[in-house]
């Protein structure tokens, strides 16, 4: 579990290393066939240039250049330009591509492409220069991603991370579960990544964002962790964390246990109600701390039941009469996946002394194995415990069972 972010980071590393393996080798080949035209206008570009400076001169016949010469207006080593003096020029001025005169508007469009091929060269460079400098960005990104991720997490950060966990589940949330963080200030905590699996146990939601806050409404007991600036990644897909950020919300917690243990991250807000509302409540309900004692004994008397499915007691709200009352069950194959639950009004660690089995009773409420639901009537639905007898599970209940 503690190493999988560091291979998901070199993963992401080496993908970048691809890319831009594949996109230099691209622009590369953009960039050469640019070159192989911006040759080839300079060639033609060269080559008119060349007949345009030949035929620069008027053909004159023989007389005419006697003539001039005499005159002392042409040198006597020079020739006409229509006359070949040897085999080679005989050859040359019957070349069809040193021939003749120049088109101006040929030669105006020749330097037009040229100029053209030219600029279209110097957008393809900078394009790719800015494409490797991006590539270049992700890939320093993803590196410093990937040592971050290999880091240890500060002492105080840990502690901070494992008490959020304890008091979550003192009250019956277990799903949320936090992997790491960098660093914790007055915002909140940084760097965070967190777990969350589905009901069904089946499916992952694997949340990263650069700050998380928690927020305590002490009015109505609702605790609600926001994350902001990250991804969140659910069957397959990943989101964008919505900019006023993500909330996971906590309903009907003990505020003062959060702000008591975690007061350097919950932030509170309101006021807690009056003791005349508190006295309003059941007084079948139990405080956080007797909670947490019978979630404990229930854990180790079903943890060392021999049953098909590791089966856990979640929540708990009251007692009454030997009764713990809206009780929730989670039931775990050797995977740890979620096969079963269960969310019942009463339920009792019951025995038969005679028999000597030990059950749980469970009345009123909802049974759910896989995707089948049923009815838990008044009467009672017991679940067997085998590998446990009736004396050791008195004493580990400290005697609150009912007998058959």
């Known amino acids: 579990m503690n190493r999988w972010p560091a291979r998901i980071a070199l993963v992401v590393l080496s993908v970048s290393v691809v890319a831009l393996v594949l996109e ?4 590369a080949a953009e960039i050469g066939d640019a070159e192989r035209a911006a040759q080839q206008a300079n060639e033609r570009a060269l080559l008119v240039e060349k007949q345009f400076g030949e035929s620069s001169l008027p053909s004159l016949d023989r007389s005419e250049q006697a003539k001039l010469t005499s005159a002392g207006q042409l040198p006597s080593g020079q020739s006409n330009a229509a006359e070949p003096a040897s085999a080679s020029d005989a050859a040359t001025s019957q070349d069809p591509k040193t021939a003749g005169p120049v088109d101006l508007d040929a030669f105006t469009r020749l330097q037009v492409d040229l100029h053209t091929t030219r600029q279209q060269l110097a957008a393809v460079t900078k394009l790719l220069e800015q494409r490797n400098a991006e590539i270049e960005q992700r890939r320093k990104v993803a590196a410093e991603g990937a040592r971050n991720s290999l880091k240890p997490m500060p002492a105080g950060v840990r502690l901070c991370l494992d008490t959020l966990h304890e008091c979550l589940r003192s009250e019956g949330y277990i799903s949320q579960r936090f992997l790491r963080a960098a660093s914790l200030d007055a915002e909140g905590l940084h760097d965070v990544e967190m777990l969350e699996p589905s009901a069904d146990g089946l499916a992952v939601t694997f949340m990263t964002a650069k700050l998380m806050t928690a927020a305590l409404d002490r009015g109505t007991g609702i605790l609600q962790l926001r994350f902001f600036d990250g991804h969140r990644a659910e069957a397959g897909e990943r989101a964008v964390l919505p900019k006023d950020g993500f909330a996971i919300t906590f309903e009907e917690v003990e505020g003062p246990l959060f702000e008591g243990r975690l007061p350097y991250l919950v932030r509170g807000n309101g006021a ?6 508190e006295a309003g409540r059941p007084a079948t309900d139990v405080d956080p701390g007797t ?3 019978w979630l404990t004994r229930l854990g180790y008397l079903l943890g060392k039941a021999k049953t098909k499915e590791s089966w856990r007691v979640t929540r708990i709200k009251g007692m009454s009469d030997g009764y713990f009352l809206t009780v929730e069950l989670i039931g775990t194959d050797a995977n740890n996946l ?8 009463q339920l009792a660690v019951e025995i038969d002394e005679r028999g000597g089995v030990v059950s749980l009773l469970l009345r009123g409420g909802v049974l759910r194995r896989g995707r089948l639901e049923s009815t838990i009537t008044g009467e009672g639905y017991r679940m ?10 008195i004493d580990a209940m400290l005697g609150m069972v009912v007998k058959k």
């Open 24 to 27: 230099t080798k691209r622009m």
């Open 272 to 277: 807690y109600p009056m003791p005349a509302i």
């Open 291 to 293: 909670r947490r004692q």
């Open 338 to 345: 979620v096969m079963s639950s269960a969310h019942c009004d």
């Open 384 to 393: 067997l415990l085998p590998g446990l007898t009736p004396k050791e599970t």
